[in-house]
């Protein structure tokens, strides 16, 4: 009898944790509480890490353009910033025209080291004298060096925190006081999966990416601490994605199908790439029919989508004050559910996924994101 019992309460609970947040949560809400009818539509998003055409930050403009929205590119490389203006103004106005009736500009674009807080406060200072008042942020700048903890300089160390971590503080001690006074706004929070699983080669992306999972949750804390209901969050952790970021890591064909992240050093080259085993390769391809690698596009998209959802979640102090995407959504379930096998276990299907070897034949590139 108990264990006729246990076979049936124990799949319902797992059930009912697993569609809570998405399904049941918001119909009960519904049942109490008006929801939000907040529209993307002359928005202003500013994005950081945004000039590269191949980036996850680029396509995010593009996807957020197409909503109406009017988008404010931050990045380190003033001529990748300009060439991601001129392309962007080009496929909104003859593809992609957007409803906006704004007299501000659609596209604006500011040089800025992210991790430098006196540069973000003066870029910062810049829009508001502008009447460019963002009311989302998308926090994706982000580098990777691809070397292991014993190579790691104290300036490789410092680089990666810098950008993948610190400017997240920097942006949002910026624009945070604007949304919660104004009880609206989204920040977006660019993380990864490897913020959730670690590998060789990457102790200080993951750790750096790890980060941002905390702080969004200590955020959406504050948030509820504050009563700030209008204010919500988004952390997006990705699987590969094809930017270029990752070049030659984790079976990776040469032309940057790699994970998410930024720019960073050398790698190993291509020499030890050639040095897997035919089980490993074989491991690589079935990795990638399994789970194929994300592209930039798929990536904005679904960030945009969960953007609308976020904004008009039910305005309650019982709601959730943010949402955790993970891309593709059918591995939403492998971070928790890794964690409850035993070490030995969890070190071999992370070593199934690369997280051993994945780096070996990293080349990246030589600019941020």
Not at 52 to 76: E, K, M, S, T
Not at 81 to 100: D, I, M, V, W
Not at 215 to 229: A, C, P, V, Y
Not at 231 to 255: E, I, S
Request: net charge positive; glycine share 10%.
């Amino acid at each position: 009898m108990v264990v006729v019992m246990l076979a049936f309460v124990l799949p319902t609970i797992f059930l009912v944790l697993l569609f809570w947040d998405s399904l049941i949560c918001p119909c009960i809400l519904a049942l109490v509480y008006p929801q939000s009818n907040k529209s993307l539509n002359q928005r202003v998003v500013l994005i950081t890490g945004a000039g590269r055409p191949q980036g996850i930050g680029y396509n995010l403009a593009l996807a957020f353009l197409q909503q109406g929205c009017l988008v404010v590119l931050w990045d380190i490389n003033a001529k990748d910033l300009k060439q991601a203006q001129t392309t962007l103004s080009l496929a909104t106005q003859h593809n992609h025209p957007t409803t906006t009736t704004s007299t501000l500009p659609r596209i604006t674009i500011q040089t800025v080291d992210v991790s430098d807080a006196t540069e973000v406060r003066t870029a910062a200072g810049v829009l508001r004298a502008k009447g460019l008042l963002p009311s989302i942020l998308v926090n994706n700048a982000g580098i990777v060096r691809g070397k292991s903890l014993t190579q790691l300089t104290p300036h490789d160390l410092h680089s990666t925190f810098n950008v993948n971590a610190i400017a997240h503080f920097h942006t949002l001690s910026a624009f945070l006081p604007q949304f919660m006074s104004t009880n609206d706004g989204l920040v977006i929070t660019m993380s990864s999966m490897m913020g959730m699983m670690g590998g060789a080669g990457l102790a200080d992306y993951c750790a750096s990416k790890w980060s941002l999972i905390g702080m969004d949750e200590s955020l959406r804390m504050e948030l509820r601490r504050n009563g700030s209901t209008g204010v919500r969050t988004l952390v997006v952790c990705p699987y590969m994605v094809k930017t270029g970021m990752f070049r030659g890591a984790f079976g990776d064909d040469g032309d940057g199908n790699g994970g998410n992240g930024g720019s960073g050093g050398t790698g190993n080259d291509t020499q030890k790439k050639t040095t897997l085993s035919w089980v490993r390769r074989a491991v690589n391809g079935l990795r990638d029919a399994l789970v194929p690698k994300l592209s930039p596009k798929q990536v904005a998209d679904a960030v945009v989508v969960a953007s609308g959802q976020s904004l008009n979640t039910h305005n309650c102090t019982c709601g959730a004050r943010g949402k955790q995407l993970i891309l593709p959504t059918r591995l939403s379930l492998v971070p928790p559910l890794l964690r409850l096998l035993p070490m030995g276990l969890q070190e071999w299907v992370l070593d199934l996924g690369g997280g051993s070897m994945g780096m070996d034949g990293f080349t990246g590139h030589s600019k941020r994101t």
